[in-house]
């Protein structure tokens, strides 16, 4: 991926935690690498084609030097979530040098990484579904470092355990997929899901009993498109690939195309459209 480098930026601001680094500025050493497609500028040679770095620098100078931090990590975590949110900006790397910090060392430097990564969310319930939906992805499109692109349309699907056979005496569930970008990590995209699900009333995950909301990370690639994660249902639940395929038409999924894939699906039900284009403003 091709990439841009701010290097050595040199600026003062009020960083530790001891009583004299509270009154005066310290100096503080900043690189920045930026990760983006510079495609086209390379070929037109046109200014207003590439990533304005200046700007980006000018961004970096005021929150460094107009702000107070007790952590180098804390002034490194802030400049990464500002890089990551410039426009153009895919992925970034942040070292902050903190001369002095440590006795006997020429410097103390923290590194902090943000990376946007394109993640496939399902989304299903089927206890008040239209409600408890239409929340999840209020909650989610709310969090910082998350913006919800595309959401497909919703289906009325029967509850079915792993083999496709219906689940008597539940209610028919209503699901669909979201098309996020993020730069939390896995881990901690799977974390907030969680704590979504739990702010909804889902108490357990797993088994065929209903559920308020269930969230599932379906796909899951890389700044550079490389895919990171497929969940199984992809592969094997006809309407999970094809509210995929509804958002994302020509789609692969490592060497397969998403209407190779609908069509192959092992688990194959009959659904009907929910109607629910009001539930999402896009």
Request: proline content about 3%; overall charge neutral; glycine content about 4%.
């Amino acid at each position: 991926m091709d990439r841009i480098k701010i290097k050595d930026l040199l600026l003062r601001t009020i960083i530790g935690v001891n009583e004299w680094e509270r009154r005066e500025k310290q100096d503080v050493i900043i690189n920045v690498e930026i990760f983006c497609d510079l495609k086209k500028p390379s070929e037109t040679d046109n200014i207003s084609d590439t990533l304005d770095y200046k700007e980006l620098k000018k961004r970096i100078i005021s929150i460094v030097e107009n702000s107070s931090f007790y952590l180098v990590e804390a002034l490194a975590g802030k400049i990464a979530n500002l890089c990551i949110n410039y426009p153009g900006v895919k992925k970034v790397c942040v070292e902050v040098d903190k001369p002095g910090a440590l006795r006997f060392a020429r410097s103390v430097s923290v590194i902090a990484e943000r990376e946007w990564s394109d993640v496939f969310l399902g989304i299903g319930s089927n206890i008040e579904p239209e409600s408890n939906v239409k929340k999840a992805l209020k909650y989610i499109s709310e969090k910082e470092g998350i913006k919800v692109e595309k959401v497909s349309r919703f289906l009325i699907t029967p509850p079915i355990d792993k083999f496709g056979n219906k689940i008597e005496e539940q209610p028919h569930f209503i699901n669909g997929v979201a098309k996020i970008k993020t730069y939390f990590t896995q881990d901690e995209f799977s974390e907030f899901l969680r704590k979504v699900e739990i702010s909804l009333g889902r108490t357990e995950k797993g088994g065929y009993e209903p559920r308020t909301i269930d969230l599932d990370v379906l796909l899951w690639f890389d700044s550079s498109g490389n895919l990171r994660f497929a969940h199984k249902d992809v592969f094997e639940r006809n309407f999970v690939s094809l509210c995929i395929y509804d958002i994302e038409p020509n789609l692969l999924v490592g060497d397969y195309h998403i209407f190779d894939i609908m069509q192959r699906a092992k688990v194959k039900v009959d659904f009907k459209d929910a109607n629910l284009s009001f539930i999402y403003k896009q």
